[in-house]
Every structure is written in structure tokens, then in C-alpha cells.
């Protein structure tokens, strides 16, 4: 049995993960209470039982999950942070899988309690550069994602996204999530021409007025729906909106109506958006 089989047994699983705690760096460890209090001498991890304490706590695994999860993340190929998305997202998922990354550190770099134990009880363990730290998870990463099979995961996250994988709130990676859906419910034709027109202009604006972005896609949902905000508008802002729809320019349009010049008809646009953001709140 290895000294780090013994450690694990006599003490718990937790310990397993201080190699890959104390190979971040030292900065990115002070952001977490928990993981802070921890000294850089690991006999005093196993000896001192407060300290034991610490480890073998929750508020220690959810330290050094986030850690390293958010270490690990931008090295995944997604866009956005690690907190736009939830815990149904196949990414937040991979980022979390916190063993996979502890394992192929110490395959790829040979460090864990073993080698952490031959530093003297007086002597820190020491820091690793930055850029050393970088290039190595990246092989880490690149190495536990083969052997997991994550990669199909990963895939399909980024080529099929769907509304569970974001929180519900306003990130850019969310509205770039909404704008693909609209654009790929066009495509097979559940969308109504209403929706097509608006959508250009449509989720900028509402983020803007209600910051809340989720409820575009399930607010607007049935050519129904659609219909029945039509019948709000007065005659000649429908006008305006068949014409749009229709694929008028809104110099086209301004000819037609007879208005000065199109940016009348720009305003009326603006003026349309605006009133199906509210009609969509009171629904």
C-alpha cells in the first residue's frame, strides 16, 4: 500500500484532492475561506486534528470543487464564465468531475501525497509558476477528457444547447443561446413572420427594459399568441408590420405611407417592439 492509499484510508477521501489543491496557485486559493486557513506544510494536515477537521469537511470539498472547476473551465471550449450556466449543463458538469483532474495531475506530473510528504515538516510546499500551472492542466484536461469520453458532452453542448444548460439571467452567452433558437425555429418554419421580424431587435430590447432574458423563449410560442398581439396594434402599425414582414425596407415603406422619410417608419418599428416587450410581461 502507498502512503497515499495509507493517508486516504486512515483519513478520508478528501485528502486525496490536496495535491491538486495546492498545485493552483497561491492567489486563486486565497479567494476561498475555507482553503485559506490551510497551511502549506502537509504534515501539519495530517497531525493537527483542527486541521483535519477542515479537510474532512463539506465546506472543504466545495472549496476545492469550485477551485478547480473554475480553473478548469475556460480550458473546456465553451464561451461565457463557469456561473452562467447551471448544474444541468453537460459543461458545468465536466468542469466539476474534480477526481478525473486530481488523477491526471498525478499521472502527467507524478505529484500527490507521496511527493508532497518528502518535503520537510519546516519546509512550505512550494508554488508552481503560472504559466507552468496553465500547461499543465491543459494536459490534464485534454487528457482526462479522452479517457472520460467528455467530448461527446462537450459536443453536444456546444452544438445543441438548450434552455436548462443557462441560468436565468442576463449573459451574453444566454442571449447568443436565444438568438440561435430563433434562428433555428425559423429555419423549419415553427416561427411566425411576426416573430422572425421582431427578433432582430426584439431580445436586445427586452433585456434592456425587463433584464430578464428567459422568458423570451416562453413567452413567445404560438403563431396564436402572435395573432392576438397583431389585433392590439392600430391599423396603420400593422400596416407597417405586414409590410416588414413581407420584406419591405422601411424606405419602401415610408413611400408607401407616405411618411417624410423612413426613419418615421424606424421609430414605429421601435414603437411596435416596445409594445409586444409589455404585451409579453402582462401575459
Known amino acids: 500500500m ?22 493552483l496557485p497561491e492567489d486563486w486559493i ?16 495530517v497531525n493537527d486534528e483542527d486541521f483535519r477537521r477542515v479537510i474532512l469537511s463539506d465546506r ?4 476545492i470543487s469550485d477551485a478547480a472547476a473554475l480553473k478548469i473551465f475556460p480550458m473546456l471550449g465553451v464561451n461565457g464564465m463557469l456561473a452562467h450556466y447551471t448544474h444541468s449543463s453537460p459543461v458545468l458538469r465536466v468542469a466539476y468531475h474534480i477526481q478525473t483532474w486530481a488523477y491526471w495531475l498525478d499521472i502527467i506530473l507524478d505529484w500527490n501525497l507521496d511527493k508532497l510528504f518528502k518535503y520537510p515538516s519546516i519546509i512550505d510546499i512550494p508554488s508552481f509558476d503560472n504559466n507552468f500551472i496553465n500547461d499543465i492542466l491543459k494536459i490534464v484536461v485534454k487528457q482526462g477528457i479522452e479517457a472520460e469520453d467528455f467530448q461527446p458532452s462537450l459536443d453536444v453542448m456546444r452544438e445543441i444547447p438548450c434552455d436548462e444548460d443557462y441560468e436565468n ?10 438568438r440561435r433558437w430563433y434562428h433555428s425555429r425559423t429555419k423549419v418554419g415553427t416561427m411566425s413572420s411576426l ?57 419602401e415603406i415610408a413611400e408607401k405611407l407616405e411618411y417624410k422619410n ?22
Not at 169 to 175: H, S
Open 60 to 63: 472543504f470539498l466545495d472549496e
Open 195 to 251: 416573430e422572425e421580424t421582431l427578433m432582430n431587435g426584439a431580445v436586445d430590447l427586452y433585456v434592456k427594459t425587463s433584464g430578464n432574458a428567459c422568458s423570451m423563449s416562453e413567452i413567445i410560442a404560438s403563431d396564436d399568441y402572435c395573432q392576438r398581439f397583431k389585433g392590439s396594434l392600430s391599423d396603420r402599425d400593422r400596416d407597417i408590420l405586414k409590410m416588414r414582414e413581407y420584406g419591405y425596407t422601411y424606405k
Open 2 to 23: 502507498t502512503l497515499t492509499e495509507k493517508i486516504v484510508t486512515t483519513y478520508g477521501e478528501n485528502y486525496i484532492l490536496l495535491p491538486l489543491m495546492f498545485f
Open 169 to 178: 439571467w442576463l449573459t451574453n452567452v444566454r442571449i447568443d443561446f436565444l
Open 262 to 283: 423612413h426613419s418615421g417608419v424606424v421609430k414605429r418599428m421601435q414603437v411596435i417592439k416596445k409594445a409586444f416587450l409589455e404585451y409579453s410581461s402582462k401575459q
Open 30 to 45: 486565497d479567494r476561498f475561506p475555507t482553503l485559506r486557513l490551510l497551511p502549506r506544510k502537509i504534515r501539519w494536515l
